[in-house]
DNA sequence: CATGAATGAGGGTTCATTCAT
DNA sequence: AATGAATGAACCCTCATTCAT
């Protein structure tokens, strides 16, 4: 007796259900979990309150599933960039890129991993700490590369550069992101050299 | 006549006032800017609510005062560290070493700068850039002198390699924080080798 | 030309009616007026939210329609078992037999009536009283009869005694619905011995 | 340094509080537990809505505390009418005065009772039946001493009898309560006349 | 000075109801 | 007829802030 959901009607409630998660990341991402408030998200959304709550069980949840996914784009974004077969320079270049593309093109995505979710609910702060470890794993990986390679610099505990990078990285990347018209290239390649020589990078012969 | 509170009165109040800054900074630095209420910061301090609003005008108004006293102090910690006549190398390392220890033996000082206010109160968000820039221009006060020193890698942009290391040091400081008995030495020594690596330093001969 | 649902629609559509009120009435009688939701009835009549608002105004109508229709129910089955020509004992036996073996087979009618409106809409608690009005009014009819027939104690008054009757039953109903496997008979055959002591029962000679 | 609480503030808050559970007791009694809001009962005590918190917990603690006290209330007057030496026909007058008083002089306390928890959350609907199996005790408990005394009907099962006339009671003291002028000293002879032909009462010669 | 009772704006969430498809 | 996405009033509750004592 049900009727067929209509492709179109399925398709439209998709869409919507994106664009509410796109207002929502916005918000969160200006405000931080606790500022942002869901009346902040419906009307960022121009929806209803109640529609909220018909796509998303709760500020929480919606917050969490964000939270995560976001960070598995980027982490899918880096691994993607480090993957295939060439040698540390090029992967770190490529990572770099990819790295600061995202941030020249979807700011939000890194203003929610960054300052959206601090000081929030005890849940959401595993999941911070979380993504920091695997942002770490991510350098990580590839300073091991390197390191296999023979072209870091030894001794180093390769764990710490990769937090030290990746913290740096994201120092850099939060002032950009204040300036009206960030160069992204000229940031990029400073990132590349300064990375390089803080893990002690010598071209292999 | 005028008043005038007595020289042991004024104390006696300094101290409360003292005690309720402690107080709220132990219970901002844990739960974040929006999660702390005042009832929580009141109920550390063993005192009544009213007391609260005797000593400060509002919430918001103690956090920012907090957190510019806690970045001013470390702020001054790092220019104590990097005053006087030594070359860059001594320098950095003092400036490492005093960080580390105020991370290490205040650790809620490092916490309420790093993270008890983000996502919070547009005020207080440009206090936190603030702070930011002027921790990384600390660090670049002190690349300048080595680079006046002719100890660093050129070129490179002194303003991006602080923030850098600005950066990558909270990062694992947080890292570290996170631990139960976090090993301040060692990383502190890491975090020594490291920075040089990353400005390029090279010993004066 | 005018439409006219043939016949067969129309049953169609009665059946559906039913089925909902019947999902409602379960719903009603488990969760009482307010803590059930229209979803909750919709889910438990497998439609969807809409069908609910094309067969019924709305929840309070639908509710009070159902109480009522409940009640007629009942009210109808003891006034079935109350006609007749029969000594008043026989009356009062198969009235009460009546009533307990609604409640034996049927506790949702029962719960209904007797939880389902408590402190519901005002309209509802109108009808509630009704109800108990009506109620009492079977009990007092039997009763007029059997002081008729002259083997009822004098002086009583009837309708308070009905009244005594109609809350003394549902009270004992209601313990019994709580057990898991209640003993009908018993609780029946002893409350006809009860209630006839309650009027001062004495056989005509 | 704690400042006495002087005795009177004390006083003056404790007066506050009871006031405050006498509004709610009145607005739950009315519309019982779902329909009354926490707004209806702070209108009714004409406070802000931070008040009731300030004194209670939440509303489904209030009300249940509230009903647990009622409870304890009515079971108590009971209690205390049915203690001492004197027969069977002595105390249960004494008891029926002492129920029927209630009612008369504090309906909202009935109403609350019969009323006000049914179909409520679920810990609320435990202490309801919590409620009628201790109303129905105390009632046992008389009969046990009239069966003890050889002026009861045998056989019969004390307990349904005792279930019988809480529940016979409690329906007409709710009708007698929707009168404006209710006769409550007729309502109370009839009662225990009533009560004593159920229970097969024959004075010991 | 210090207290804590009192306030009420505002937050998250529910749910009866509507209406375009 | 039937659907279910969408709505928004209203609920419970929190918490920064005030002020009489």
Redesign the interface.
């Known amino acids: 007796m049900a009727y067929r959901s209509s492709e179109k009607t399925r398709q439209k409630k998709d869409a919507k259900r994106t664009a509410m998660m796109q207002a929502a990341m916005k918000v969160f991402a200006e405000?931080?979990?606790?500022?942002a408030t869901v009346r902040d998200v419906v009307k960022q959304a121009d929806v209803a309150i109640g529609t909220f709550y018909f796509y998303f069980p709760d500020k929480e949840t919606l917050f969490t599933y964000l939270y995560e996914e976001t960070a598995d784009f980027i982490l899918q974004s880096l691994q993607q960039a480090t993957s295939g077969s060439a040698d540390f320079e090029t992967k770190l270049k490529a990572t770099m890129q990819s790295y600061l593309n995202i941030a020249a093109y979807e700011p939000a995505v890194i203003q929610l991993l960054l300052?959206?979710?601090?000081?929030?609910?005890p849940s959401l702060h595993e999941k911070r700490?979380q993504f920091?470890e695997r942002l770490?794993g991510a350098w990580q990986r590839l300073l091991r590369e390197g390191h296999e390679q023979g072209v870091l610099?030894t001794p180093?505990?390769l764990r710490?550069?990769a937090?030290?990078?990746?913290?740096?990285?994201?120092?850099?990347v939060?002032?950009l992101l204040?300036l009206p018209n960030p160069n992204t290239d000229v940031?990029t390649a400073?990132?590349i050299?300064?990375t390089l020589?803080?893990?002690?990078y010598q071209a292999a012969e």
């Open positions: 405000k931080g979990y606790h500022a300052v959206g979710g601090v000081g929030a609910v700490i920091r770490a610099a180093q505990d710490r550069s937090e030290y990078i990746a913290g740096g990285i994201d120092e850099i939060l002032t204040r940031a400073e990132l050299q300064t020589r803080l893990v002690g």
